[in-house]
């Protein structure tokens, strides 16, 4: 019998495939809403399903594509202030974390601290560009400067 998969099913198949299994266990896949029959219907709506989820990301790439440019742009620069030494390094560090909640004070974009790509906490003073990753696809650069108290 041939199904689609409303679920993942481990070993068996993704959610959204259309495969042939036997009559036993599509039955018992059915039953337990993992799947459901391959008719014409069924197919068509998977279809329709399928271009909609593909005009979501296709929206959703566009815009973080947009926010890349405006993130890259000169004039986007993130202002922090830390206490340092005379040589010019921190005392103690600044996280993504703090990066994150500058750039919903002073621009009001709020982007997941997590996103950030800091291999290591920044402990000096100057310009840091810091990777943030914004889609599967895109990464953009954000400026943080770090300057004394």
């Known amino acids: 019998m041939k199904i689609i998969f409303t679920q993942d099913v481990r070993g068996k198949g993704k959610r959204g495939e259309i495969k042939e299994m036997a009559d036993g266990y599509a039955n018992f896949l059915i039953k337990n809403n993992k799947a459901r029959q391959a008719n014409a219907a069924a197919m068509s709506q998977l279809a329709g399903q399928k271009r909609a989820e593909a005009k979501r990301d296709a929206e959703v790439l566009a815009e973080a594509k ?57 402990r000096s003073m100057g310009y840091v560009n810091v990777p943030v990753k914004l889609h599967n696809d895109v990464v953009a650069k954000i400026r943080v400067h770090i300057s004394e108290k």
């Open 66 to 122: 947009d926010l890349k440019q405006r993130l890259e742009s000169g004039d986007f620069v993130i202002e922090l202030k830390a206490k340092a030494g005379s040589d010019g390094r921190l005392f103690g560090s600044i996280t993504s974390k703090q990066i994150s909640q500058a750039l919903e004070k002073q621009y009001g974009l709020k982007i997941d601290k997590r996103k950030m790509n800091l291999k290591e906490p920044i």
